[in-house]
Structures are given as C-alpha cells and as structure tokens.
C-alpha cells in the first residue's frame, strides 16, 4: 500500500517565501501537501524532479478569464504555464452580477473581450457556483467588477448616481463579498466605469472593506496623468479603509514615470496604506480598439505600432496586421482606417499597442510588491502573447537571461505574495498541510514561446503542473484532470 498519491522526488525545492531554494522531495496525499524535505514513504506515482525546480503553483493576479473557466474549462493557456490559479473580475469588467439589460449588452459591449457567454446566472453566487459545476482546470477566485454593477443599476448613465441608485450598487457588492469576492475592481478608462466619480468609488470600497476586501483598479490615467491616478486610487483604498491593487502598473506612452509612482507607491504603505501592484513581462498592452482609439485618438496610433489582434469578421483581412499596414493598404490616414475597422467590425476589435519603454518594465518587475498578472485576453484571432507566456517570460528574462530576480524572488512574486494579497488561504507556499498546487519546470530552459504573430504557443520548460493534488499538465500535454476549485475569499 503506497503511502503517498504523489512524491516528486530530487528537485529544488522553491517554497514560495523567497527561501534559498533546497535540494528535497515533496508528498501529496488527496488534495494536500502532505510532507517537503526528506520523503521516506513511497508514492501510488512518483516523478523524478532531477534537474528541476519545484515551486507553488503560480498565481495570475490580473486575468480576464471569467467566461472562458465555464466555456471552456480546459484553460490550457493557464494551466500549460503552470498557473494553478486565476484572479477574475479585473479592470471592472465580468460576467455577473447579470441583468437582461447587461446581457444584451455583453455580446457587444465586453463580449468580444472576455468571449461569448449567455450568462445564465443573475447573482455573483449564482456565478460562483456555475464555475463550480464547470470543474475549470485551474482554481478561480474574484472580484466583483464595478462597471457591470454601474450597467446594471445605470446603464451608460454619464453622471453621479443618486443615493438610491448607490445603494443598490452596495447592496449588489454586498452580495458578492458574501459569496466570497475578494474586492471590487474598476476600470476608470473604460464606459461605464469612466463615469464614476471618486467619492462613488470610495462609498463602494466601503463595502469591500467591511468583509476584508480589496480594491483593485485599472487606475484613470496611465500616461501623463499616471501619477494623478494613482493618488486617486491611493486615497480610495485609504478612505474605505481597504488594501489597494493597481493593476498591470506602467507609463505608457510618457516614458519614465515609473521612477515617480514607485516612490509614490512606498511613501503609502509607509503611512499604513496596504497597496501592491502587478505587471506583465512585455512593452505592449492590449485591449479594445475602440476603447483605446476613444482615449488616444490618432496621436497615440499614429506614435505608436499597433495590431489588430482580433476582429469579428474580415480575419484574414485585419488579424495579426499593424495598423499602419491597414491603413495604407486602404490608402487611408490611420484615423480613417481606424474608424472604417470599428464601424465594419461593429467595435468588437481589440488590438496590441506598442506603449511601453523596458527600463519601466524592468522597474516595476523589481519592485518588492510586485506580483504577476497577464492581462491576457481569452478573445478569438491573435492574442497578445501574454494569454500564454507571462509566467515563463518572467522566469526566461528576468531571471535567466537579464538576470533581475533571483529564482527564488520572482517564484515568491508568482505565489505567496500574490496568495496573501489576494484572500486566498493556504496556498502559494509549499508546505505541510496546504494545497497541493504545484509547478516543476526547468530554470535552464522555461521560455515563452508566444510570439505577436502566432501567439497560441506553449512554453518550454513547465514539466508538471499539479493542481489540487491532481496532475494537470505533464510534459507539454494537457492532462483530462479538473480539479479546480471556485475559491472564496479566505475559505
């Protein structure tokens, strides 16, 4: 009779704490580690991790998977980079609380975002509990997403809402935190959440506060105003009483100014405020064309390369295309070629932008309390590469290549900052006792093999991504295991 279901043997243990990493082996029995260190027992399977490191499963802060963990609950894009966990509901943006208003506005409005779904629940528990009974790859947990509660209550209503109307956003966050949210998110670039004023935002934190949450925001301004915004949603998280997630932190477009955020950043936790922030590995960012052409117009498209990444119907026309080259095979301004792809695409298109300088990135992949978030966009077409490749890009170049982060530095960003931070309990370090979500990769030879152009690559070098105690991927092929969990907040 074995004694373990699981012993994963010879590996460098990366614990998730920022330890030195350690010769050991690690046991899983059921769904829990079970003993690090010296394994004497045997295991129904065991794995020889020789070569390998051996760490938490990694944590995706900042995802837009909401749809996809019930449309298609493979989630190979995750779990084939080792992340055994998906933060949902960022940037304001999700899938419930659903009205019949919001979902006729879905197909069309964040749809071609986060992917078709009917949204067949109304409440945040009702969607919880869809996740649930979809049995996703990887684990889930959530915030409640301020836009959709904005266009459930509001509509596209451009104004204050009046103290009914933010009584029955409370009441709708309210919900949400008792199913097991773990915060309100905002989207201040994007409609209908741009509309919200900051005392708005600062009554609904409030909400968030009283069970412990957290208010994660794609700040207001990214670009010249970057500092501007980021005082907002500092002093948000300091009026509610609640910690502050900023979300995928950059300067773009104005280079440089992460050199004055940073500091701006400390100074707060330094007077007692909790605020963290996240990145992804890549100059580019990505997101809806007409959300994007809205706040930059043509300056920003004619400074910066851009890709149409996904349209809804002239694929092979637009896909995968810059911009620039669109336009001149129109033989129109990029203006002009912008507006003719929204109006024949219906304003469904996301597209790549070339907004970031490396010496920012770099800056805030460095940062202490920085963790971890692809951003990716589960849409159709050609994706930016982070969907695939944030994870392992970090291990590759900042670790590896460009040495920044020591292994064991860039692991804990991946996990157990991200699992503290983050209202989720008993995962993010391998020890006795906690969750069995487990990643062995190579250090020598993890790469992101996403690329602008055929973005739909896995990366080399996650050997063995364990989820819940179950082997979900092993050896660059996806196993049949969903053992994902919807996790609520603390629990």
Same mark, same amino acid.
């Given at each position: 009779?074995?004694?373990?279901?699981?012993?994963?043997?010879?590996?460098?243990?990366?614990?998730?704490?920022?330890?030195?990493?350690?010769?050991? !082996?690690? *046991?899983? #029995?059921?769904?829990?580690?079970?003993?690090?260190?010296?394994?004497?027992?045997?295991?129904?399977?065991?794995?020889?991790?020789?070569?390998? *490191?051996?760490? @938490?499963?990694?944590?995706?802060?900042?995802?837009?998977? =909401?749809?996809?963990?019930? #449309?298609?609950? #493979?989630? =190979?894009?995750?779990?084939?980079?080792?992340?055994?966990?998906?933060?949902?509901?960022?940037?304001?943006?999700?899938?419930?609380?659903?009205?019949?208003?919001? #979902? &006729?506005?879905?197909?069309?409005?964040?749809?071609?975002? %986060?992917?078709?779904?009917?949204?067949?629940?109304?409440?945040?528990?009702?969607?919880?509990?869809?996740?649930? $009974?979809?049995?996703?790859?990887?684990?889930?947990?959530?915030?409640?997403?301020?836009?959709?509660?904005?266009?459930?209550?509001?509509?596209?209503?451009?104004?204050? @809402?009046?103290?009914?109307?933010?009584?029955?956003?409370? =009441?709708?966050?309210?919900?949400?935190?008792?199913?097991?949210?773990?915060?309100?998110?905002?989207?201040?670039?994007?409609?209908?959440? *741009?509309? $919200?004023?900051? !005392?708005?935002?600062?009554?609904?934190?409030?909400?968030?506060?009283?069970?412990?949450?957290?208010?994660?925001?794609?700040?207001?301004?990214?670009?010249?105003?970057?500092?501007?915004?980021?005082?907002? *949603?500092?002093?948000?998280?300091?009026?509610?009483?609640?910690?502050?997630?900023?979300?995928?932190?950059?300067?773009?477009?104005?280079?440089?100014? &992460?050199?004055?955020?940073?500091?701006?950043?400390?100074?707060?936790?330094?007077?007692?405020?909790?605020?963290?922030?996240?990145?992804?590995?890549?100059?580019?960012?990505?997101?809806?064309?007409?959300?994007?052409?809205?706040?930059?117009?043509?300056?920003?498209?004619?400074?910066?390369?851009?890709?149409?990444?996904?349209?809804?119907?002239?694929?092979?026309?637009?896909?995968?295309?810059?911009?620039?080259?669109?336009?001149?095979?129109?033989?129109?301004?990029?203006?002009?070629? /912008?507006?003719?792809?929204?109006?024949?695409?219906?304003?469904?298109?996301?597209?790549?932008?070339?907004?970031?300088?490396? $010496?920012?990135?770099?800056?805030?992949?460095? !940062?202490?309390?920085?963790?971890?978030?692809?951003?990716? %966009?589960?849409?159709?077409?050609?994706?930016?590469?982070?969907?695939?490749?944030?994870?392992? $890009?970090?291990?590759?170049?900042?670790?590896?290549?460009?040495?920044?982060?020591?292994?064991?530095?860039?692991?804990?960003?991946?996990?157990?900052?991200?699992?503290?931070?983050?209202?989720?309990?008993?995962?993010?370090?391998?020890?006795?006792?906690?969750?069995?979500? /487990?990643?062995?990769? !190579?250090?020598?030879?993890?790469?992101?093999?996403?690329?602008?152009?055929?973005?739909?690559?896995?990366?080399?070098?996650?050997?063995?991504?364990?989820?819940?105690?179950?082997?979900?991927?092993?050896?660059?092929?996806?196993?049949?295991?969903?053992?994902?969990?919807?996790?609520?907040?603390?629990?």
């Amino acid at each position: 009779m074995p004694d373990y279901d699981l012993v994963i043997r010879n590996g460098r243990i990366v614990d998730g704490t920022a330890a030195p990493g350690r010769a050991g !082996d690690l *046991a899983v #029995r059921g769904d829990r580690i079970a003993a690090v260190g010296s394994v004497p027992g045997r295991g129904a399977r065991e794995i020889d991790a020789q070569g390998s *490191a051996v760490a @938490p499963g990694f944590i995706d802060v900042h995802t837009h998977d =909401d749809a996809a963990v019930v #449309r298609d609950p #493979r989630v =190979d894009f995750k779990i084939m980079q080792g992340v055994t966990t998906d933060v949902l509901g960022n940037c304001g943006a999700g899938v419930a609380p659903a009205s019949d208003a919001f #979902r &006729t506005y879905y197909r069309t409005g964040m749809g071609p975002i %986060l992917g078709e779904s009917d949204l067949p629940w109304s409440t945040t528990a009702e969607y919880f509990a869809a996740v649930e $009974a979809a049995h996703p790859a990887c684990n889930a947990v959530a915030y409640v997403p301020h836009g959709v509660l904005r266009y459930v209550v509001m509509g596209m209503e451009k104004r204050a @809402p009046t103290d009914a109307e933010l009584r029955r956003m409370c =009441d709708l966050l309210d919900e949400g935190m008792r199913a097991g949210a773990i915060g309100m998110s905002t989207g201040l670039v994007y409609v209908p959440g *741009a509309y $919200a004023r900051t !005392d708005e935002l600062v009554e609904l934190a409030k909400v968030a506060a009283r069970y412990g949450g957290i208010y994660g925001s794609h700040i207001r301004n990214e670009s010249g105003g970057l500092l501007e915004a980021v005082e907002e *949603a500092i002093s948000i998280g300091e009026r509610a009483g609640c910690g502050v997630q900023l979300s995928h932190h950059k300067s773009a477009g104005v280079f440089g100014l &992460t050199e004055r955020s940073l500091p701006l950043i400390a100074r707060a936790r330094e007077r007692g405020v909790d605020v963290t922030i996240d990145v992804y590995p890549y100059t580019a960012s990505s997101s809806s064309l007409a959300a994007m052409f809205r706040l930059g117009r043509e300056q920003a498209f004619e400074a910066a390369p851009a890709i149409i990444a996904s349209v809804k119907y002239n694929k092979e026309r637009y896909e995968g295309k810059y911009v620039s080259e669109i336009a001149a095979d129109l033989g129109l301004p990029i203006g002009d070629a /912008i507006r003719k792809i929204l109006e024949e695409e219906e304003n469904t298109p996301s597209v790549i932008m070339f907004i970031m300088d490396e $010496a920012d990135v770099r800056r805030v992949v460095a !940062d202490d309390h920085c963790m971890a978030g692809s951003d990716g %966009l589960p849409s159709e077409g050609k994706p930016h590469p982070r969907l695939y490749g944030t994870m392992p $890009a970090i291990l590759q170049k900042y670790v590896r290549d460009e040495p920044l982060l020591t292994l064991e530095e860039a692991v804990r960003k991946m996990t157990s900052l991200a699992a503290a931070k983050h209202r989720i309990k008993d995962r993010g370090v391998l020890r006795e006792g906690w969750y069995a979500d /487990i990643v062995v990769f !190579d250090p020598e030879t993890v790469a992101d093999a996403a690329t602008y152009q055929e973005p739909r690559q896995y990366p080399r070098g996650i050997e063995y991504v364990v989820v819940n105690g179950q082997v979900a991927a092993e050896r660059g092929r996806q196993t049949a295991a969903r053992a994902g969990c919807m996790l609520r907040r603390g629990q």
